[in-house]
């Protein structure tokens, strides 16, 4: 059998990138299981949502995004810490840069090796790797919720933490009036989850249920295409559940019998594979999630710091 590549380091065709206006003022870039990013525009300002990899492939999102409005960015929001999720944040020239306290804890603590496992894993994606000045701090942060007032009659912004789920720190965007939902990669739509940094039990349950409490009627996810009506956004919510408790079911039956890691990944791959082996990053994404949700479910409480070394550690252990 021919040894698979190394995460998505075989990845390397450019996906067709889609600019949707989901309301008045109101913008997310979708690009074919690529991560999402999205705009909501204030009376005078913008606030931008995910920063993208490197300030060459934001700047790219910026002239997209400039093509409907020419408000400064005043807030840069983060969802979480994730090198593909930040280091694009200087092309932004954001007055704020917001994020929860853990993402910033996050970030002094695991922030560099962070970015070097992940600009390994996925090369594409770091467009201009050289751009990057540095780690991405967040100057404000938060614990529960934060209100943005956007201006005029345009309502409120609202960023809220709903507990552990793909890191310690995700936040949500919540527009009210519109009912729209930024859930960063707390949900995907068609696309494999990451878990490498999860607490898979926390986010299963209560962390989904509090976003499914939120009613959206339209979704954007951390990957896949806009949820469009309160039966699509329940069927994302309820496909990123399931992965998660498949995994769990799995790896817990192996952990439970005395069984290996190995002989986890290859039974949770078999329970998984038919319904989401051809979504993205699938065979990426999954020796990494397993491995993270073996040490959870062995009492391992916070994620191992993933560094290039682990990973190809992990990779040629479980994906060859």
Known sequence: MTKKAFASSADLDEKQQTL??????????TAEGDPNIGAIEGEDFLVC??????PVAAAEWLAKLREHTDKPVRYLVLSHYHAVRVLGASAFDAEVIVAHENTRALVAERGKEDWESEFGRM????????????LTWPTLTFSDRLTIDLGGDRGDLV?????RGHTEGDIVAWLPRQKILYAGDLVEAEAALYTGDAFHRDWSSSTLDTVAAFGADVLIGGRGGVSRGRDAVDAAIAQTRHFLTVM????GAVQERGGTLKEAFERTHAALV???????IFEHCLPF?????WDELSGIERPVVWTAERDRE???????
Not at 274 to 280: F, L, S
């Open 274 to 280: 038919d319904g989401y082996g051809h979504w993205p």
């Open 314 to 320: 992990v990779w040629d252990q479980l994906q060859d």
């Open 123 to 134: 090369p594409r994606l770091a467009k201009g790797a050289d751009s990057v000045p540095g």
């Open 248 to 251: 769990i079911r799995e790896v």
């Open 49 to 54: 949502f995910e920063a993208l990899a490197t």
């Open 159 to 163: 960023l809220q933490y709903c507990g």
């Open 289 to 293: 999630d397993v491995s993270r949700l």
């Open 20 to 29: 949707e206006v989901l309301a008045d003022g109101v913008y997310a870039l």
